[in-house]
């Protein structure tokens, strides 16, 4: 069990690391181009494994909740951008997932959320403010759905937050 050590997640206040993927097979979608609004990042194992898709399917239907806080969600696993469309159809997600494919787990691997021994992301979620920064990070244990709570919490107290500072 040794290679199954997990790394440390990005902690809140770090800046998060851009990245380029592919959301389709012809399209890709950066960090840099979410930048001005908070930003949802939820790394997933696979896309087929029921956990994961009962997560992000719980992430479309509170959809409406994450736009109240003008929050683009992203969900990012290992999968190609081949497997994430016909998911996203399947699932009729409206969100964008993205394939850290190749090379396999590069980003999730820079955001401390790659599993080494089994070629896999974490079950991990960060919220990033408007400036890229990351305001919040959780690890769920890989068989348990994390749910929508934390990110809401997150984003309200992140709201709350740009308020007092005089965001708005």
Request: with cysteine; net charge negative.
């Amino acid at each position: 069990m040794g290679q199954l050590l997990m790394g440390q997640l990005l902690a809140p206040g770090v800046s998060a690391p851009d990245f380029t993927l592919h959301v389709t097979p012809d399209q890709t979608l950066s960090l840099d181009d979410l930048r001005g609004r908070s930003i949802v990042l939820a790394f997933y194992p696979a896309d087929w494994s029921p956990v994961c898709g009962d997560q992000m399917a719980l992430y479309n239907q509170v959809l409406p909740e994450f736009r109240k806080y003008d929050a683009a969600v992203v969900g990012i696993s290992v999968d190609s951008a081949w497997c994430h469309q016909a998911f996203a159809e399947t699932r009729h997600l409206h969100f964008p997932l993205l394939a850290d494919f190749e090379p396999k787990g590069a980003v999730a691997s820079q955001y401390g959320a790659y599993r080494n021994g089994e070629g896999v992301c974490e079950r991990a979620l960060f919220v990033l403010d408007r400036d890229g920064i990351i305001f919040w990070s959780y690890r769920s244990p890989i068989a348990v759905n994390p749910g929508a709570d934390g990110i809401l919490d997150a984003l309200d107290r992140l709201e709350n937050q740009e308020t007092s500072h005089g965001r708005t």
